[in-house]
């Protein structure tokens, strides 16, 4: 859309005759595009905000839903940790097998094998730093 210089003049004059002289900037124009700007990025921010505040809780959820499922297929082939010492290695060894089995990513092993943990083998654990227990 090129315009001739007769419209181009033509136009001018109109804008001169209205009182607006196009080739004055108004600061005030340019305020209220700054103001403008800055609307849109506080709303581009709070949108941003909402957004991963979304992801996160659906990542929480998600993790939940997850160790549950892991949960509830592992009440259905593990026992409590014997009390005889000398059965606590095979049933390590079985333990194990039935993550390799139900393939448990291995962050989430240590809070699902705490509840069939003896009361004492608990106590010992709870007193462990969390990254060593598996928590953080």
């Given at each position: 859309m090129a315009w001739s210089r007769e419209e181009l003049m033509t136009k001018y004059a109109e804008l001169l005759v209205q009182g607006v002289?196009?080739?004055v900037v108004r600061p005030v124009d340019l305020e209220l595009q700054r103001l403008d700007l800055e609307r849109d990025k506080l709303k581009h921010d709070a949108d941003f905000k909402s957004a991963e505040l979304d992801f996160k809780d659906r990542t929480q959820n998600k993790e939940a839903k997850v160790l549950k499922r892991y949960g509830d297929a592992l009440a259905q082939v593990m026992s409590h940790q014997p009390d005889e010492v000398t059965d606590l290695p095979s049933y390590f060894r079985g333990v194990e097998e039935q993550f390799e089995k139900i393939k448990i990513p291995l962050k989430?092993?240590?809070?699902?094998?705490?509840?069939?943990?003896?009361?004492?083998?608990?106590?010992l654990c709870s007193r462990l730093e969390p990254e060593t227990r598996g928590l953080s």
């Open positions: 002289d196009p080739a989430y092993q240590a809070r699902l094998i705490f509840r069939y943990l003896s009361p004492r083998a608990r106590t």
